[in-house]
């Protein structure tokens, strides 16, 4: 049970940190005019969309996948489980900050 809790915490946490990098990449190539306007930029967009939903399952669904393949049904479907109630709640923390800092983080639009 303590291995499945630490792949929970890795690919919840590991998902939340590429969201916030993709984010912050996002956000200072819009600030510092980066990425400029041409046709390639929406097309870099999609194609980092679906590099990040392939990469994000795999921090998710990756392992309990294995698991499940393996024969270890109820270790997949409590791995799964655990790394979405994990994910959802490290939403809730980073919503709730930033409620109660709403002009820290409408600074940074």
Same mark, same amino acid.
């Given at each position: ?5 630490? $792949?929970?915490?890795?690919? #919840?946490?590991?998902?939340?940190? $590429? +969201?916030?990098? /993709? ?7 819009? %600030? ?9 930029? @929406? ?8 590099? #990040? ?10 392992? @309990? ?7 270890? %049904?109820?270790?997949? /479907? ?6 979405? +109630? ?6 809730? /923390? /980073? ?6 800092? @709403? ?7």
């Amino acid at each position: 049970m303590r291995k499945i809790l630490g $792949y929970s915490i890795l690919g #919840s946490f590991g998902t939340a940190f $590429y +969201i916030t990098a /993709v984010i912050s990449f996002m956000y200072y190539c819009n %600030k510092y005019s980066l990425l400029g306007e041409n046709l390639l930029i @929406p097309i870099f967009f999609l194609m980092l969309f679906v590099f #990040s939903a392939a990469f994000t399952g795999f921090l998710i669904l990756g392992k @309990p996948i294995m698991l499940y393949a393996d024969g270890k %049904k109820r270790d997949a /479907v409590v791995l799964f489980f655990s790394t979405i +109630i994990l994910f959802f709640m490290i939403a809730i /923390v /980073v919503f709730l900050i930033s409620s109660l800092l @709403p002009n820290y983080f409408l600074t940074w639009a």
